[in-house]
Nanobody, 126 residues
Framework: QVQLVESGGGSEQAGGSLRLSCAAS????????MAWFRQAPGKEREGVAA???????YYTDTVKGRFTISQDNAKSTLYLQMNSLKPEDSAMYYC????????????????????WGQGTRVTVSS
């Protein structure tokens, strides 16, 4: 089983940057896709970005060009570099993993991910 622990959240002003990390332990070789989701109060959980075992990446339109997802070669740590932050980026951010490949049309399906971290909060002030 894989365990995920997020870190790196905090408060930042609009235009600033934050880097989220997700430490993965356990049988990480079984994960073919890892992703970042976020959920703001009163809103549904949203797929932000995903990366598969072959290095393909996927982003929701609202973060393209501002956020970058990456992971180390051992798949032990997943990152989300967030630049040019906006107040609407404020949310709880979750790391998630699945044992099947993800694609452009399904990476944001939260129900397809069996493993989740506890979340880290990001607050962006204007």
């Amino acid at each position: 089983q894989v365990q995920l622990v997020e870190s790196g959240g905090g408060s930042e002003q609009a235009g600033g940057s934050l880097r989220l990390s997700c430490a993965a332990s356990g049988n990480t070789r079984s994960t073919d896709c890892m992703a970042w989701f976020r959920q703001a109060p009163g809103k549904e959980r949203e797929g932000v970005a995903a990366i598969d075992s072959w290095g393909s990446t996927y982003y929701t339109d609202t973060v393209k060009g501002r956020f970058t997802i990456s992971q180390d070669n051992a798949k032990s740590t997943l990152y989300l570099q967030m630049n040019s932050l906006k107040p609407e980026d404020s949310a709880m951010y979750y790391c998630a993993a699945r044992d099947r490949a993800c694609f452009k049309d399904n990476y944001g399906d939260s129900g397809a991910y069996a493993i989740w971290g506890q979340g880290t909060r990001v607050t962006v002030s204007s």
